[in-house]
């Protein structure tokens, strides 16, 4: 029903992606990532501004393969799933607590929040 690959959905930095799958769907996904530089310092991860600037990179091979309407089209009515923060926390404010001697908790999810926001 939401045409989703019934398989796994490839990594876009995988080095045999080929035309026929951007269509159907990639992944820009990191595992450990977060929106603070030094989660993915500590995990060694693709931060998540990296990974935005990949599906930038996406949406120009997109518009190559199946034109520019289409394209908007099939971004528009894509399934997109974020999820990352957790690790920002875990890594940086209680594990070794690098942003807790620079942020309370309130200021710290602030911060957090204005990282999200340039993605």
Known sequence: MLRIKNDIVPPFLHPKLSDEDLPTGVSFASAGSGYDELTTVASGVIPVLKQAHYFKEHLVRLQRIVGEK??????????????????????????????????????????????????
């Not at 997109?80 to 926390?89: C, M, Q, W, Y």
């Not at 890594?91 to 929040?113: A, C, H, M, W």
């Open 70 to 119: 289409q394209a908007k089209k099939m971004v528009n009515g894509a399934l997109v799933i974020v999820s990352a923060g957790t690790n920002d926390f875990g890594f940086n404010y209680y594990d070794v607590p690098t942003r807790k001697i620079e942020f309370n908790i309130s200021g710290y999810q602030d911060f957090l929040q204005k990282r999200l926001e340039t993605c």
